[in-house]
């Protein structure tokens, strides 16, 4: 990571960037055949992190040594809200990566269960039926995005999951590493394959929950994964001056998070928990450089990416595609402050009416119970096998049958 932190940061990752991606034509000595090659490849890298709420982001990392700050710069960024919706991860990132609420997909928490996603398709499994020549990716630190992944009948390329070992900044800084490996190895790209590759980072999310959305822990945390982003967006305008293919980036977050640490952290619909955002820079599209919409929502995630891919969307997606739905090309505006702006449409947000509330918190308690005495039985399972692996005459045997009987 940090050699090609060193080769690209700050104000030269920006500069690079609109160097490179303002005209890819023909350069002086180079053949029209290389110069198809250069044209031919279409990459779109969704760079997730969890539980961020934006205006840490703002607070913390909105400088030019973070890549948050390089990425609003370079594109357009929209407040998000998830009023109304679940404000857990398995939930959020379904929606993410289905493109429809979870009034549709079903997912409620965070148990994973491979069947909503033979019904709503993620964006994996609609690449790979659609283009299957694209090359697609997922790398994160949370296992159950890994399963998302490989669920349905079409699923990702390439499955790479970052196991836990120290501490969750450490867990980032590997997902990181990997991703700037799969960026630049698209250099030596001589089938011009396209590729999707989604790059996820928990540590946020985390810190949230270990010590508050409001304490000195969550703002490190986003400035952590700010410096990740920028490493990232430093190796795809590397790339990008190595090969001339288009790189379309959109980042974005699951949901909010409490500011006090206590039992969930999220899952209920105070402001802090439904605030999200997305980022998008679209390959080519330099006008709308640090432009601000007022009409983004992740829902929408999905039909973009297949929208970039030239993929036509499911006519029951609850998103639209954000490079040509009407309704959020005309939502886009040219704000004199683009921090403020998102301050003042964060300010905007409030409850969904009493009735959903209530509903949807019954539905949080309720669904919480299961995933934590899930998480109670998988650490009592971990602590049963640790006896088991010891051979330890008698005592291993009655560990094993304890075994069977916890997961039961």
């Not at 919706?85 to 997909?105: A, E």
Request: charged share 15%; aromatic share 10%; with cysteine.
């Amino acid at each position: 990571m940090t050699p090609v932190k060193r080769f690209l940061c700050g104000a030269t990752v920006a500069g690079l960037v609109a160097a490179t991606g303002a005209v890819v034509g023909m350069q002086t000595g180079l053949s029209a055949v290389t110069a198809d090659w250069m044209l031919a490849a279409e990459h779109v890298l969704l760079i997730g992190t969890d539980g961020t709420n934006l205006d840490k982001i703002l607070e913390y990392a909105y400088n030019q040594d973070s890549g948050f700050k390089t990425a609003m710069d370079q594109g357009i960024t929209g407040t998000a809200s998830l009023t109304n919706h679940t404000t857990f991860s398995g939930p959020s990132w379904s929606t993410i990566l289905t493109g429809v609420w979870d009034d549709k997909h079903g997912v409620t928490n965070n148990l994973f269960s491979s069947e909503p996603y033979n019904l709503w398709p993620t964006v994996f499994n609609l690449i790979e039926y659609n283009r299957p020549e694209i090359n697609t990716t997922v790398i994160a630190d949370w296992d159950y995005i890994n399963q998302i992944a490989a669920a349905g009948g079409y699923p990702v390329d390439n499955n790479i999951f970052v196991p836990f070992e120290t501490n969750w900044a450490d867990a980032d800084a590997l997902v990181t590493s990997q991703t700037i490996a799969q960026i630049l190895a698209t250099a030596d790209n001589p089938d011009d394959i396209s590729s999707f590759l989604f790059s996820y980072q928990v540590q946020v999310d985390e810190a949230g929950h270990g010590f508050g959305g409001g304490s000195a822990e969550y703002a490190q945390a986003v400035v952590n994964v700010g410096d990740n982003i920028q490493q990232i967006l430093a190796a795809v305008a590397q790339v990008q001056a190595i090969t001339g293919d288009d790189w379309s980036i959109i980042i974005t977050t699951d949901h909010g998070h409490q500011q006090t640490q206590n039992l969930l952290g999220h899952g209920f619909q105070s402001p802090n928990e439904t605030s999200s955002f997305v980022i998008f820079d679209q390959a080519g599209d330099h006008a709308n450089d640090g432009n601000q919409n007022l009409n983004y929502s992740t829902v929408d995630i999905t039909p973009t990416i297949l929208a970039l891919f030239g993929i036509a969307p499911r006519s029951d997606f609850d998103g639209v595609s954000m490079i040509d739905d009407p309704s959020i090309l005309n939502s886009t505006v040219t704000p004199v402050d683009l921090k403020q702006s998102l301050l003042d449409a964060l300010a905007m947000y409030g409850y969904p009416n009493i009735g959903n509330e209530i509903a949807l918190a019954l539905r949080t308690v309720v669904t919480s119970i299961p995933y934590g005495l899930n998480l109670v039985v998988t650490e009592i399972d971990k602590l049963l096998q640790s006896v088991v692996d010891q051979d330890i005459f008698l005592l291993s045997g009655l560990a094993q049958f304890a075994q069977q009987i916890n997961d039961f």
